[in-house]
């Protein structure tokens, strides 16, 4: 991959009421990337957010459906670039370093860089919010066999063919986990470097809820483990009934072995049967939704090799 200096660099930034930090945003990026486009993905913002872009020199374009996932699905598709830095309009990533973030996409050793919030404020999370990220990325790593240390971050540095060929579903603020799983189901190459996050300004308000988002991140992040890991995720489910039915096969068998009859436990033995040829049937979907996996997964390896910006 050629080096950054002559490739298009894109800053892309989502944004919904953010007029009290919109500008220093822009200004910042404009400052260290004086190169690089900078839009403004605007979300039906209710204040001064577009007016306020524009007056600093960002291009704005507008996603109608609310959503910060219809946001980015918006990004990918209608904005075009070589390197895509995505970060959010909040003015809580410290953006000194960003080409650092640059380097390892633009030398083709990395298809994402996230900008990993090792280094932060006290007041930069509340606790919930401190305890939900951890959570979030413990379950992740946990599920996927990954060592990240925030799935959660809005900074991201990309490549084009990532952007390009990653596909997204999610609408809301499971993006940035959905993102991530995505990437690495199709083989994308993450790498994380730290950097500083601070708290909101006066007057700017998060828009995360920390419960029903969580809730909705977590669902996300199973749904998308049973797409990526099928077989494993089925015989999770296949392995539970299994156990239910030894369990209450085991007080009929003993006493079948003690008196040759299961006298009236006639119910317990059909649950036990049911449950083991309900465990045998997840267990077969699993294998067969794996079998189609693989199968996907090689359709889209085929498509990204034969797309013609891929680099």
Same mark, same amino acid.
């Not at 919904?16 to 910042?28: G, P, S, Y």
């Not at 910060?68 to 390197?83: C, L, P, Q, T």
């Given at each position: 991959m050629q080096e950054s200096e002559s490739m298009k660099i894109t800053v892309v930034i989502p944004a919904l009421n953010e007029e009290k930090t919109i500008a220093k945003v822009v200004r910042d990026f404009k400052q260290q990337l004086p190169e690089a486009e900078i839009i403004v993905y605007d979300n039906n913002s209710t204040d001064r957010t577009v007016e306020e872009a524009k007056k600093a020199g960002a291009k704005v374009l507008v996603q109608h459906r609310r959503g910060k996932g219809n946001v980015i699905r918006a990004m990918f598709e209608n904005v075009e670039s070589d390197i895509y830095i995505m970060v959010d309009g909040d003015d809580t990533y410290v953006v000194d370093n960003v080409r650092e973030l640059i380097a390892p996409v633009a030398k083709g050793e990395a298809d994402m860089v996230v900008g990993a919030r090792l280094n932060y404020e006290e007041t930069s999370f509340s606790w919930s919010h401190k305890l939900g990220n951890k959570l979030i990325t413990t379950v992740l790593n946990r599920l996927f066999g990954t060592k990240l240390k925030d799935v959660e971050s809005g900074y991201r540095v990309m490549n084009r063919e990532l952007v390009k060929s990653v596909i997204l579903l999610e609408g809301g603020f499971g993006i940035e986990p959905e993102? =991530?799983?995505?990437?690495?189901?199709?083989? #994308?190459?993450?790498?994380?470097?730290?950097?500083? !996050?601070?708290?909101?300004?006066?007057?700017?308000?998060?828009?995360?809820? =920390?419960?029903?988002?969580? !809730?909705?991140?977590? !669902? =996300?992040?199973? =749904?998308? #483990?049973?797409? !990526?890991?099928?077989?494993? #995720? #089925?015989?999770?489910?296949?392995l539970f009934f299994l156990i239910i039915g030894l369990i209450t096969g085991s007080k009929i068998t003993i006493e079948y072995l003690m008196t040759g009859s299961i006298g009236g436990h006639t119910g317990t033995a059909a649950f036990t049967i049911m449950m083991i040829i309900l465990s045998t049937l997840v267990f077969l979907m699993g294998v067969l939704l794996d079998s189609v996996n693989n199968k996907w997964r090689v359709t889209q390896e085929m498509i990204r090799k034969a797309m013609p910006n891929s680099k």
């Amino acid at each position: 991959m050629q080096e950054s200096e002559s490739m298009k660099i894109t800053v892309v930034i989502p944004a919904l009421n953010e007029e009290k930090t919109i500008a220093k945003v822009v200004r910042d990026f404009k400052q260290q990337l004086p190169e690089a486009e900078i839009i403004v993905y605007d979300n039906n913002s209710t204040d001064r957010t577009v007016e306020e872009a524009k007056k600093a020199g960002a291009k704005v374009l507008v996603q109608h459906r609310r959503g910060k996932g219809n946001v980015i699905r918006a990004m990918f598709e209608n904005v075009e670039s070589d390197i895509y830095i995505m970060v959010d309009g909040d003015d809580t990533y410290v953006v000194d370093n960003v080409r650092e973030l640059i380097a390892p996409v633009a030398k083709g050793e990395a298809d994402m860089v996230v900008g990993a919030r090792l280094n932060y404020e006290e007041t930069s999370f509340s606790w919930s919010h401190k305890l939900g990220n951890k959570l979030i990325t413990t379950v992740l790593n946990r599920l996927f066999g990954t060592k990240l240390k925030d799935v959660e971050s809005g900074y991201r540095v990309m490549n084009r063919e990532l952007v390009k060929s990653v596909i997204l579903l999610e609408g809301g603020f499971g993006i940035e986990p959905e993102l =991530t799983i995505r990437c690495l189901q199709q083989g #994308f190459r993450i790498q994380e470097l730290p950097v500083h !996050y601070r708290s909101r300004p006066e007057g700017s308000h998060s828009k995360l809820n =920390t419960i029903n988002d969580g !809730y909705v991140v977590l !669902y =996300t992040m199973i =749904t998308l #483990f049973r797409d !990526y890991n099928p077989i494993k #995720f #089925f015989s999770l489910i296949s392995l539970f009934f299994l156990i239910i039915g030894l369990i209450t096969g085991s007080k009929i068998t003993i006493e079948y072995l003690m008196t040759g009859s299961i006298g009236g436990h006639t119910g317990t033995a059909a649950f036990t049967i049911m449950m083991i040829i309900l465990s045998t049937l997840v267990f077969l979907m699993g294998v067969l939704l794996d079998s189609v996996n693989n199968k996907w997964r090689v359709t889209q390896e085929m498509i990204r090799k034969a797309m013609p910006n891929s680099k």
